[in-house]
């Protein structure tokens, strides 16, 4: 069972250069969401789907575009990348039908320079 | 305010310690409480999560929930350097399409 597969584990970027995070989940979770993680800022949502076909806007949105074509996975895309995307990302998913938490993803750490 | 308080650390005991990590809030809403491990360059992952108020043990770790004071507890017994993490607390309002709020989480180090 691998759970939440997020691709690539690290990247650089030039500024203005755009990029899609991958992820995907083999859970049957209908739940999943992109988080960033700066020191001292704690994890801050940036997007979040509650199913295929829905996406919705977290705390952070801006620079960041979803889709959810599919249950199973839920790409995030930097438009233009700028220095303040330099982050580690984390994707997460959880069911509405089972225990509360979510599994989350190994990370992508982005460096934009 | 924050909706999710908590103390960043770091936090340095030395093993065998009991250690006692905690998070207020201020959303009467919350109805489960959990709490998340994450080690070094990994992703967070739920250690112990509680409905509503209460206690719950699980090994050598257990969860406190006082509803009345807003206030959430991780109690480590017999620490070990292999619990050395960060420990974030989440909660969720159970009618908030599973979002989570998080607190930053607190640094923990278990010296030998």
């Known amino acids: 069972n691998a759970g939440v597969t997020q691709t690539p584990k690290f990247q650089v970027l030039k500024t203005g250069q755009s990029m899609t995070l991958q992820c995907a989940q083999d859970?049957?979770?209908?739940?999943m969401s992109w988080y960033r993680q700066d020191p001292g800022m704690g994890l801050r949502l940036i997007h979040y789907?509650?199913?295929?076909?829905?996406?919705d806007q977290g705390e952070v949105p801006n620079g960041y575009n979803v889709s959810r074509s599919t249950t199973e996975d839920f790409p995030l895309r930097l438009l233009s990348a700028a220095p303040s995307q330099t982050s580690v990302y984390f994707c997460?998913?959880?069911?509405?039908?089972?225990?509360?938490?979510?599994?989350f993803g190994s990370g992508t750490r982005l460096t934009v320079v | 305010q924050k909706e999710v308080e908590q103390d960043p650390g770091p936090l340095s005991v030395p093993e065998g310690a009991i250690v006692s990590l905690n998070c207020t809030y201020s959303?009467?809403?919350?109805?489960?409480f959990m709490w998340y491990r994450q080690y070094s360059r990994k992703g967070p992952e739920l250690l112990m999560y509680t409905y509503s108020s209460g206690n719950k043990e699980d090994g050598r770790f257990t969860a406190q929930v006082d509803k009345s004071s807003k206030y959430i507890s991780l109690f480590i017994r017999d620490s070990q350097p292999s619990d050395s993490a960060t420990y974030l607390c989440?909660?969720?309002?159970?009618?908030?399409?599973?979002?989570?709020?998080w607190g930053l989480g607190t640094s923990l180090a278990v010296n030998p």
């Open positions: 997460a998913s959880s069911s509405y039908g089972r225990l509360p938490g979510y599994t």
């Open positions: 789907s509650v199913g295929a076909g829905i996406t």
């Open positions: 859970m049957n979770h209908e739940y």
């Open positions: 989440a909660m969720e309002d159970a009618g908030n399409n599973r979002k989570l709020i």
């Open positions: 959303n009467s809403a919350f109805q489960y």
